[in-house]
T-cell receptor, first 112, second 113 residues
Framework: SQQGEEDPQALSIQEGENATMNCSYKTSINNLQWYRQNSGRGLVHLILIRSNEREKHSGRLRVTLDTSKKSSSLLITASRAADTASYFCATAPSGGYQKVTFGTGTKLQVIP | ETGVTQSPTHLIKTRGQQVTLRCSSQ?????VSWYQQALGQGPQFIFQYYREEENGRGNFPPRFSGLQFPNYSSELNVNALELDDSALYLC????????????FGPGTRLTVT
């Protein structure tokens, strides 16, 4: 079963615009990660935010985490055609092993 | 630094057959996880291996089994294939250092007919 639900399921924007994706999860977490997947191939790790952090930046990426609402958002600023991909949030549980549980994904299309 | 590799890239099998998928971890990584990704879905955790022992399992039946070797490469074996086993199988390697960051291979696309 999926831990996270992502919203929207699909998003289409013009190049240069910002893209925001949201993720909700169900159980306590150690951290939340965002991954990108191009054309149904391997996933690429983008950014990790720990449960005691509220916001994190990496280049054009900004991630927020609200553990009280069990939700996170990923903002991609000044989008490029190369950002076209599926984006997944993934959660690692508090304690225990490194099982990472993925959400359902947001399919982003950036139109040149 | 060598990335994660998987073989084969594509595979077509018949229902009831058995399949073995292979993964070579990133250099120095001691943990490998396997995921099944159905079309249009997020990856689903199958199991994880740490130092050659299974270290956690998702909601998959026993006909899904695995091995991790001393060089940290890994195999996923699936017996008695079913049509629903058709999916992209991903392996991911990581270090057990609290970072939780996983490095994924390109995946093996399995089609069961």
């Amino acid at each position: 079963s999926q831990q996270g639900e992502e919203d929207p399921q699909a998003l289409s924007i013009q190049e240069g615009e910002n893209a925001t994706m949201n993720c909700s999860y169900k159980t306590s977490i150690n951290n939340l990660q965002w991954y990108r997947q191009n054309s149904g191939r391997g996933l690429v790790h983008l950014i990790l935010i720990r449960s005691n952090e509220r916001e994190k930046h990496s280049g054009r990426l900004r991630v927020t985490l609200d553990t009280s609402k069990k939700s996170s958002s990923l903002l991609i600023t000044a989008s490029r055609a190369a950002d076209t991909a599926s984006y997944f949030c993934a959660t690692a549980p508090s304690g225990g092993y490194q099982k990472v549980t993925f959400g359902t994904g947001t399919k982003l299309q950036v139109i040149p | 630094e060598t990335g994660v590799t998987q073989s084969p890239t594509h595979l077509i099998k018949t229902r009831g057959q058995q399949v073995t998928l292979r993964c070579s971890s990133q250099s120095g990584h001691n943990t490998v996880s396997w995921y099944q990704q159905a079309l249009g879905q997020g990856p689903q955790f199958i199991f994880q291996y740490y130092r050659e022992e299974e270290n956690g399992r998702g909601n998959f039946p026993p006909r899904f089994s695995g091995l991790q070797f001393p060089n940290y490469s890994s195999e996923l074996n699936v017996n008695a294939l079913e049509l629903d086993d058709s999916a992209l199988y991903l392996c991911a390697s990581s270090l057990r250092d609290g970072t939780y960051e996983q490095y994924f291979g390109p995946g093996t696309r399995l089609t069961v007919t």
